[in-house]
């Protein structure tokens, strides 16, 4: 099990591999945007900022152009990276010709079927949308459930992304995700309670009292 921070901005990137605990980063084309850079050359550079996986979402739309540009992206660093590959029938295809060589994570899905399809193409995570899905669908828990009772007893691993809260977060763990991926923010508030701070307070008071006495 294994958190990865969904960003391609590197002062968010360099932050949270400081922390230690964070396994690597997501991105896709919006979060890359977000950067100023989408090219192969901002993928080299945050492979050298992060010591785990680096996600890398395929933009090409056809499957010779989408093997192009895998293998393209998974030479820039073949020991760190993971294509992530839209669930359609030609990412689909890809995946089943990359698969045996490269990581492959089938992004984009909406239904178990597709979580089954992309299971059979030798994926090595399937991606579900939690936020998005309970926005569009109506219960995006009940889907990361469904996705994960459709990948049990297989090879397959479910990342869980489109986190906004950490009650989300808890509420993919509990349905069966593997992993999470969450933006910056709320990995931050993750790591907060006001309960907590409370008692940490309460302990600093303890010992300050203690010293002067």
């Given at each position: 099990?294994?958190?990865?921070?969904?960003?391609?901005?590197?002062?968010?990137?360099?932050?949270?591999?400081?922390?230690?605990?964070?396994?690597?980063?997501?991105?896709?084309?919006?979060?890359?945007?977000?950067?100023?850079?989408?090219?192969?050359?901002?993928?080299?550079?945050?492979?050298?900022?992060?010591?785990?996986?680096?996600?890398?979402?395929?933009?090409?739309?056809?499957?010779?152009?989408?093997?192009?540009?895998?293998?393209?992206?998974?030479?820039?660093?073949?020991?760190?990276?993971?294509?992530?590959?839209?669930?359609?029938?030609?990412?689909?295809?890809?995946?089943?010709?990359?698969?045996?060589?490269?990581?492959?994570?089938?992004?984009?899905?909406f239904s178990p079927a597709q979580a089954?399809?992309?299971?059979?193409?030798?994926?090595?995570?399937?991606?579900?949308?939690?936020?998005?899905?309970?926005?569009?669908?109506?219960?995006?828990?009940?889907?990361?459930?469904?996705?994960?009772?459709?990948?049990?007893?297989?090879?397959?691993?479910?990342?869980?992304?489109?986190?906004?809260?950490?009650?989300?977060?808890?509420?993919?763990?509990?349905?069966?995700?593997?992993?999470?991926?969450?933006?910056?923010?709320?990995?931050?508030?993750?790591?907060h309670h006001p309960l907590t701070q409370q008692a940490i307070e309460?302990?600093?008071?303890?010992?300050?009292?203690?010293?002067?006495?």
């Amino acid at each position: 099990m294994a958190i990865f921070l969904d960003s391609g901005i590197h002062s968010e990137v360099k932050e949270a591999m400081a922390w230690g605990f964070v396994a690597g980063i997501t991105t896709n084309p919006v979060l890359l945007a977000a950067s100023g850079d989408v090219s192969l050359n901002a993928l080299r550079q945050l492979c050298k900022m992060v010591p785990g996986r680096v996600f890398y979402q395929l933009m090409s739309m056809d499957l010779d152009s989408m093997i192009r540009e895998a293998q393209a992206a998974f030479s820039r660093s073949p020991s760190q990276i993971v294509l992530k590959v839209p669930c359609t029938l030609f990412g689909l295809q890809a995946v089943a010709r990359l698969s045996l060589e490269i990581p492959c994570a089938v992004t984009a899905l909406f239904s178990p079927a597709q979580a089954y399809l992309a299971r059979e193409a030798g994926a090595r995570y399937v991606i579900s949308y939690l936020n998005r899905s309970t926005r569009l669908l109506g219960d995006g828990v009940a889907l990361v459930e469904a996705m994960a009772a459709v990948l049990g007893n297989s090879s397959t691993e479910l990342v869980a992304a489109s986190i906004k809260s950490p009650a989300e977060a808890v509420a993919a763990l509990n349905a069966g995700a593997d992993h999470l991926a969450v933006p910056f923010e709320v990995i931050k508030r993750m790591s907060h309670h006001p309960l907590t701070q409370q008692a940490i307070e309460e302990f600093d008071l303890a010992a300050r009292s203690s010293t002067a006495a």
